[in-house]
């Protein structure tokens, strides 16, 4: 695995709203809890669903400044099995799109 999941926030600090972002040989990716919102002190009873949503696109530009055209998504349930999950197919996206990331 080229981006260890060592690399990412503990599952619990999703729970603040706040996504990851980073990159890896041309491929920069985000992984969030969506909807992307601070629910670490409201009761898991009176969250809404949420998904931890992965995304991957090509390098220069941030994830704000990405047409949506050129972003790869997936959604994993939120938690720790759906963390590895989210980054092991980012890693799988990486390999297996290598030629799209190395322009």
Same mark, same amino acid.
Request: proline fraction near 7%; avoid cysteine.
């Given at each position: 695995m080229a981006i260890e999941l060592a690399s990412?926030?503990?599952l %619990?600090? !999703?729970? !603040?709203g706040e996504a990851y972002f980073g990159s890896y040989k041309g491929m920069r990716y985000r992984l969030a809890r969506e909807p992307l919102e601070n629910?670490?002190?409201?009761?898991?009873?009176?969250?809404?669903?949420?998904t931890l949503m992965a995304t991957v696109w090509p390098e220069p530009n941030s994830y704000?400044?990405?047409d949506d055209s050129l972003k790869t998504? #997936? &959604?994993?349930?939120? %938690?720790? #099995?759906g963390l590895e999950k989210a980054v092991q197919?980012? &890693?799988d996206q !990486?390999?297996?799109r290598e030629n #799209?990331?190395?322009r």
């Open positions: 990412f926030f503990p %619990s600090h !999703y729970e !603040y629910v670490k002190f409201t009761p898991v009873d009176k969250r809404g669903p949420a704000a400044h990405t998504t #997936e &959604n994993f349930e939120v %938690s720790q #099995e197919w980012i &890693n !990486y390999t297996s #799209e990331w190395m």
